[in-house]
């Protein structure tokens, strides 16, 4: 086989042609709405628009509002129904900041399942060693070697190849498809079933299958026959169960005694799986010194030993770089709806100038003015949070199968994460603050005479 280069930094043309088009026919498109509104209007309705009509653009929904908030103040009765009085303003900033929430939220939710699935994952390999030994070893003189060893509370001697699924038309699976030999009262592999069942004592001709080698060879099923070859032999066994992946590649489970009669090994072992005494990292790592010390004292060769937290450590880094980057997703559409904010603010203070001239002219302080465009902007700030509360759970839902389906060929388990509903609360406060601050200053400079002048 050549070496594949992984390093290589590739850009699709595809991604690039749409990057392009996004760029190029994206603001067209926005901007041909209110264009192509506003030609259809006769000459003189154009010329003798003024702006915002209050009375037009307020709405039944405004009108709604100032009917059931009649408890609050006129100040803060204007400052809630402003967002409403340009709609087509408000659904695009909506829009922004309700993807931001919502990504940010499933994000937490997706993390959360990820945790959860990972945990039910390692939880069915119940060990916290696994050594594979270079070519099969008798099982008694693995076992004397590993019997002295004081770290390890026990262990369990399995068998494992590499082979090959032999399709109905004779063909073989492209890829190697690791067999692994278990006691049939084994308490080391506590499995997730996704169909069938596992195996028992008994089955001589069963195995069970993960989702991987169903990916692979997906006309295979609960009940039917599959064709293996192991070691230039060719045997038919029938698929009891589907358990879920182990991100470890395709694999294929059976009783230890009917593998080692099929690879003509009887009476040995090349995998051993151990549980030791204490179950901490570094308890770990001194037992596979000793465990590898105790095998080469006896002549046996490990090919590798793998502890329980190694086997964690490279699903865990690739989810973690998944989640950073839906998390760098979630920032840059905040950013996006922070500026949205500010400006759909900033043009309300400017449509409203005579408003605010008059509510200055009868007395209203600057602070007075500075609390109007705040409560303005927590006003959209809370009914972005509540949108991206409520679209966070279909969008997570819908996450947590596609990473699953990816991964692991099976949906995550999901599980809530109610921090993540608080958190972007906090950010929707925070983006309502910090979006306020300059349509809030440019309202305070306004001069009254200026303010009175506009048009």
Do not use: C
């Amino acid at each position: 086989t050549g070496t594949r280069e992984v390093t290589a930094f590739r850009t699709p043309p595809g991604v690039s042609g749409l990057q392009v088009a996004t760029g190029l026919l994206l603001p067209v498109l926005v901007a041909a709405v209110p264009v192509m509104a506003w030609t259809r209007l006769p000459a003189r309705a154009a010329l003798s628009a003024g702006g915002l009509s209050v009375g037009e653009a307020m709405g039944g929904l405004v009108h709604w509002l100032g009917e059931r908030l009649t408890w609050l103040s006129r100040p803060a009765l204007m400052a809630v129904r402003n967002p409403f009085r340009r709609k087509g303003r408000l659904l695009l900033t909506l829009t922004a900041l309700t993807l931001a929430g919502a990504i940010l939220v499933a994000v937490f939710h997706l993390r959360a399942s990820l945790v959860l699935t990972m945990d039910r994952i390692m939880g069915y390999m119940n060990y916290d060693l696994r050594v594979s030994l270079v070519r099969g070893e008798p099982a008694e003189k693995i076992a004397r070697s590993l019997n002295r060893v004081e770290a390890i509370e026990r262990f369990e001697l399995w068998g494992q190849k590499d082979g090959f699924r032999v399709r109905p038309d004779g063909s073989l699976s492209p890829s190697d498809i690791t067999v692994i030999g278990l006691p049939a009262d084994t308490s080391l592999v506590r499995p997730w079933l996704v169909q069938g069942r596992w195996l028992l004592p008994g089955d001589e001709d069963a195995v069970v299958i993960n989702t991987d080698v169903l990916a692979a060879e997906p006309d295979l099923d609960v009940g039917q026959v599959i064709t293996l070859k192991l070691e230039g032999k060719t045997r038919v066994y029938r698929v009891v169960g589907i358990v879920s992946s182990q991100l470890e590649g395709p694999l294929i489970y059976m009783n230890r005694p009917a593998f080692l009669r099929a690879v003509g090994e009887e009476g040995t072992a090349s995998t051993v799986a151990i549980v030791t005494r204490e179950h901490t990292e570094e308890a770990q790592e001194r037992a596979v010194q000793a465990v590898e010390a105790a095998l080469r004292a006896e002549g046996i060769h490990p090919a590798q030993i793998t502890t329980h937290a190694a086997l964690l450590s490279a699903p865990d880094y690739l989810f973690s770089v998944l989640v950073a980057f839906l998390m760098l997703m979630a920032g840059i559409l905040t950013v996006v709806g922070v500026l949205g904010l500010t400006g759909m603010l900033s043009l309300g203070v400017l449509e409203r100038q005579r408003e605010i001239a008059v509510m200055r002219a009868v007395g209203a302080s600057n602070s007075a003015i500075f609390r109007m465009v705040l409560l303005e902007s927590l006003t959209l700030g809370a009914l972005s949070w509540v949108l991206g509360a409520a679209a966070s759970l279909p969008l997570s839902l819908a996450m947590s199968q596609v990473v699953g389906d990816r991964f692991i060929r099976t949906p995550l388990v999901f599980s809530f994460a109610p921090e993540g509903l608080l958190v972007w609360l906090a950010v929707a406060l925070a983006v309502s603050l910090a979006s306020s601050l300059l349509p809030a200053w440019g309202a305070l400079r306004l001069s009254l005479r200026d303010a009175l002048a506009y048009e």
